[in-house]
Each structure stands twice: as C-alpha cells, then as structure tokens.
C-alpha cells in the first residue's frame, strides 16, 4: 500500500490534495516541520483544520512534539510519527501516548542498529530512503537494509518514505515493509489518482 505524503505551507493546498485524493485513499500522511530538527518549515499543526473525510498521519519533524499534543487530540490522527534523533525521544514518546499508534522515526543518516531497544514503547519504525526536510530527492538503497534489519528483529509496523516512486516499489515492497509514503510521484504528475493506480497495482 502507497499513501500519499502531503508537505505544504498553504492551508487551501493541504486541502486541495486531501480532496484529489480521499476517493482513492484511506489515508494521507501529513509532514509536520517547525523548523526545530528541520531547516524546512511546513503549514503549522495550529492551522490544520480538523479532517473527516480521510484517516491521518501525522509526521512530525520537530524537536518536542508533545507541545502539540492539543492539536494532536483535535485532529484525532490514526498514527502519529516522531523521529529518534530528537534529544528527549523517550519521554516524548510517554508524553504523547493517546489512542492513535506511534512510530519512530529513522532519518537517513542514523544508525539503525541501536534502534532496536524502542521496540517495546513504540508501535513501529518510519525509514526515511531521503534526508529529512525537502521533497523530491533520489531514494537511497540503504534504507532497505534498515528495513530487512528491523524486519528480523519484530514483527511490528514498518513503513518506509522518501523518494518512492513506480520505478522502486516492487524493491521496497518486498523488503518486507507495511507500506510506503509517497509525495512527488503522485502530486507531481499530471493525474494524481492515476499516479498512486500505479505504484499501488506494481505492488
């Protein structure tokens, strides 16, 4: 399964490719960046209406989530992201314990064989196949490494992001993960919906 990764500043954008995509797609995956872990930043958690017409997940890229936790209740997210290389990743993850399934997220850079120890208070893992912050880069085949590591190791939900596109999603599909997150290669074509028929009938 492929969910489409919405990375905007614009609140009528975020909007617009939610409608584009909601007959299509259970679920949309939403970066959130404050401009804390990322140079990047993104339409801020406060101005995001709250969403019915599809389930969410958050990805929030910014060095202390839980101080968004009353926009995290509002907004009801199926599954929020939050990434390891934060400096207080543990008692973040206590902190933001609520009735949705938190995954920690692995940027490209970090080694993911210390990760492991996490398994226990998260729900899963989010690889990144780019680095944090900017959408349209190349995918980086060591992220599947990570994948077929963390795969071994538990049984839980893996997901994978970055650079996803018709020409790798057999490859990152059987690596072993859950589902991927795509941004540019379903928003940046001409037919959306037909871009994520796509990637998901490669599957």
Known sequence: MVI????TTKKSELLEEISIVRDISKTVHIDIMDGTLTKEKTLSIK??????????????????????MDDIVRLKPQTIIIHVE????????????????????????T????????TSIVD????MAVEIGRSGQLFD?????????????????????????????????DSGVSYAVSHSSIYKTKDVK???????SVL
């Open 111 to 118: 080694n993911v064989y210390n990760q492991q120890k996490y």
């Open 141 to 173: 085949k060591d992220a599947l490494d990570k994948v077929t590591f963390l795969r071994k190791e538990l049984a839980k939900t893996i997901a994978i992001d970055g650079g996803v596109n018709s020409n790798n999603i057999k490859m990152i599909m």
């Open 194 to 200: 037909d871009a994520i028929a796509t990637l998901n």
């Open 4 to 7: 489409p990764a919405i990375l």
């Open 86 to 109: 934060i400096p207080d990743f543990e008692n973040e993850v206590i902190k933001l314990k609520g009735d949705w399934k938190i995954l920690a997220g692995i940027d490209l850079k």
């Open 124 to 127: 899963g893992f989010l690889i």
């Open 47 to 68: 101005k995001i209406p709250n969403i019915k017409t599809v389930n969410i997940e958050l990805h929030l890229m910014v060095n202390t989530p839980s101080l968004y």
